[in-house]
């Protein structure tokens, strides 16, 4: 079974993030902490993240995940959540060469900022940790950024405003704008999918 770390940044809903991958992932061990020695031991790692992009930014590089992140991001599948994805990109860390933009919507008058709820998500690209997920299935959004990848790594988006990607896929990164934990079956099945991925297309 697998060693599941999600790093503790003590920010956001890290509680949620811990009991769906406990009942997704088929009896792995999963655990919180930010010791870089643990994170090294685990099989994946999990970065969640809700909130305010700086906060969390701030709280990763006084925890050192600024330099042990990039070693993570090279040995095992990392998955990066919300604001946890958007941590990683030019607004963030640096670490991986994606932009973040707020959404737009200028000019709609029935769109409301944050997109807060649920929304259907479009498959692009096949990925294994997207393996028997419905096209056009229900996942749980809180978000007003964007991520802005290339089509290729693109595996589904979501339309509220704009189109977005609501799963990008860039080697043994994967990094998804919905709540995996609170979007019931579908984020389950997603989790489940992301914890037996051996980092592989």
Known sequence: MSRVAIIDHGLGNLQAVEKALVKAGGGSTVFRCYDPDALRRADVVVLPGTGRLTACVDELRRLGMAELLPELLRDKPVLAINIGLHALGRQGLG???????????????????????????????????????????????????????????????????????????????????????????????????????????
């Open 95 to 201: 670490l991986l060469d994606f932009d973040t933009q707020a959404l737009n919507a200028d000019g709609l008058l029935d769109a409301r900022l944050p997109h807060l709820g649920w929304n259907r998500v479009h498959t692009r690209n096949a990925h294994p940790v997207w393996d028997g997920i419905p096209q056009d299935c229900w996942f749980y959004f809180a978000h007003n950024a964007r991520a802005v990848a290339p089509d290729e790594q693109v595996v589904a988006t979501c339309e509220y405003t704009e189109k977005f990607p609501a799963v990008m896929a860039h080697e043994r990164l994967i990094g998804v704008q919905f709540q995996p934990e609170i979007s019931h079956d579908n984020g389950l099945r997603f989790l489940a999918n992301f914890v037996n991925w051996d980092g592989r297309t």
